[in-house]
């Protein structure tokens, strides 16, 4: 079976997602260049330009110090799930963030994201997209999230890595994304980012996905009788994915749990989250069914249920039953 707890990798599949096109880069300041020759500004984030000196950075002598970025959303986005991939590909090492947050909007293009690399309009009616599904970061790196719904880096930071971030939201439609960037004391320099040098960062590039709510997973549970076979039904997971479907009987959450390669995931499941049912993969359509035998003498317990899809770590509705 698959073990949940096993060690994060360190690329994620996030198909079958739509990709969201961003424009209007806009930031409160942009590092003049990366290095001679080589600009920086959040409209290079959106560029496709994986090369190691394209992208954004903040550094003002004698160090860095929080900035913001914004971009508009090209076509507005529905109810669903949004999954974020930063990457920080720079060759000097450490230019990672440190403290971040991400946040999204429904006002008009017109009122925020004007364009500019400095001192640029990053005013809207932001959401905090505080409640990350799931996070993979660099191995040897870990995070929290702080109460103003930031998320914090730290351990053993690499050369160069990718950040990857899922959340579900229902706020919409969604026509911007903000990227917030914050000092800490944990940071060298404060931060905001990870370069031991100053606190800055660069980020390369930074992908964003789109999952409507009609297509994200949803799962089912029939037939929970004591001595029994259940029936567990789950639709809407990716093609040929594993789907593992995990259990509580304390409650729904939440709490975070390291699925696999989907990093930590903060399911709508109270501790201790078990993982004993059989893992089945999706079929072609994405649909899997399977049945469990439910043990004898567990009438009127009661049970929550979530699957998470291992290819795009998106999970599942929740199911909360008592046995009959």
């Excluded at 974020?84 to 909007?105: Q, Y």
């Excluded at 998320?151 to 890595?161: C, N, R, Y």
């Excluded at 969604?174 to 800055?200: K, M, Q, V």
Aim: aromatic fraction near 8%.
């Amino acid at each position: 079976m698959l073990l949940l707890c096993s060690t994060t990798l360190f690329i994620v599949s996030l198909a079958p997602q739509q990709r969201v096109i961003l424009q209007e880069g806009t930031a409160t300041f942009s590092q003049p260049v990366i290095n001679p020759g080589y600009p920086s500004s959040p409209d290079l984030v959106i560029d496709s330009d994986f090369g190691p000196q394209n992208g954004w950075a903040i550094h003002q002598p004698p160090d860095a110090a929080a900035e913001i970025a914004c971009w508009e959303i090209e076509t507005d986005l529905g109810p669903g799930a949004l999954q974020f991939t930063l990457f920080f590909l720079h060759p000097n090492p450490g230019h990672l963030l440190g403290c971040f947050r991400i946040s999204v909007t429904g006002d008009d293009r017109a009122e925020f994201a004007d364009g500019l690399d400095d001192g640029g309009d990053v005013d809207a009616n932001w959401k905090v997209l505080s409640d990350p599904e799931s996070v993979v970061l660099p191995p040897g790196m870990s995070f929290s999230v702080l109460p103003d719904g930031s998320i914090l880096t730290s351990g053993v930071v690499p050369v160069a890595g990718a950040y990857f971030l899922s959340f579900k939201y229902s706020n919409y439609p969604i026509t911007g994304i903000r990227l917030e960037t914050f000092e800490h004391s944990s940071l060298p320099f404060d931060g905001p980012g990870h370069f031991p040098g100053n606190g800055n960062f660069i980020l390369t590039e930074m992908d964003v996905g789109y999952i409507p709510s009609s297509v994200l997973p949803q799962i089912s549970v029939s037939n929970l009788i004591s001595g029994q076979p259940a029936v567990i039904d789950v639709t809407n997971a990716s093609p040929d994915s594993l789907v593992p479907v995990l259990y509580s009987l304390t409650g729904a959450g939440p709490a975070g749990f390291s699925a696999g390669p989907c990093g930590t995931v903060e399911f709508q499941l109270s501790l201790p989250i078990n993982q004993d049912l059989p893992l089945h993969a999706a079929d072609s359509q994405g649909n899997l069914s399977f049945s469990v035998n439910v043990p004898a003498g567990v009438t009127g317990a009661a049970v929550w249920f979530q699957a998470i899809d291992i290819q795009t770590c998106i999970l599942s509705n929740v199911v909360s039953m008592t046995v009959g």
